[in-house]
C-alpha cells in the first residue's frame, strides 16, 4: 500500500480500496460514480456480464469514495507501483490480483460461497468454487450448523438412550 500511496495519481487509491473491498474488477472501480454510491455501497452497473451488482462497503470506504467526484485513469500507475514492490504475478493477473485477494479473504474469514459468487457477479458456482480450498474447514459446518448442534435435543435423545453393554466383559 506504501507504493501505491506514493503514486502522483490521485485516483489510484481510491481504486485500489475499492477493489480490495468489494472484489471489484479494475474497470469496473475505475468507471464508479457518484451516482453509484448508494445505501451505504457501491453499485457495479458496467460489468462483464451485463448484469448490475451492489456490494456494500463500511461507512468510512463510502463517505470517501462519495467525496471524490471522478476517477482518472490508474492502471499504469498500478503496475509501476506494484514492479516497484518487486512482486511478481503470472502474465495477464495483474489486472486481478486484488480481485482475487479479496475472494480469497473473505472465504478465508469464513465468507459463504454462494455469497462470493453474487459479489464477484460470477454466472456460475463452478467459477466461484477455485476459492473453496482456502477454507479447507469449511464442510464442518454441517457439524457446527445442523439442528443437533444446539446440544438441547441431542441432549434430552442422550438421556433416554440406554449405553450399550459390552459383551466381552
Given at each position: ?75 499504469s ?27 480469497s479473504?473473505?472465504?478465508m ?15 456460475s ?23 443437533l ?18 459383551k466381552?466383559?
Amino acid at each position: 500500500m506504501y507504493q501505491v500511496q506514493q503514486s502522483k495519481n490521485q485516483s489510484l487509491l481510491y481504486v485500489v480500496l475499492i477493489c480490495l473491498a468489494t472484489g471489484a474488477r479494475w474497470s469496473e472501480a475505475e468507471s464508479l460514480t457518484s451516482l453509484n454510491c448508494v445505501n451505504g455501497g457501491f453499485q457495479f452497473v458496467d460489468t462483464k456480464n451485463g448484469s448490475t451488482r451492489y456490494v456494500p462497503v463500511n461507512d468510512d470506504l463510502f463517505n470517501m469514495v462519495t467525496a471524490y467526484k471522478r476517477f482518472d485513469s490508474c492502471y499504469s500507475a498500478f503496475r509501476s507501483a506494484f514492479e516497484r514492490c518487486n512482486f511478481t504475478v503470472p502474465k495477464g493477473q495483474l489486472a486481478h490480483i486484488l480481485r482475487h485477494t479479496f475472494a480469497s479473504h473473505f472465504i478465508m474469514n469464513g465468507g459463504n460461497i454462494r455469497t462470493l459468487q453474487t459479489i464477484l457477479g460470477h454466472s456460475s458456482l463452478q467459477m466461484t468454487m477455485r476459492y473453496t480450498h482456502l477454507a479447507p474447514d469449511y464442510m464442518n459446518q454441517a457439524k457446527d450448523l445442523n439442528p443437533l448442534q444446539s446440544g438441547k435435543i441431542m441432549e434430552s435423545l442422550l438421556t433416554g438412550i440406554k449405553k450399550p453393554v459390552d459383551k466381552n466383559t
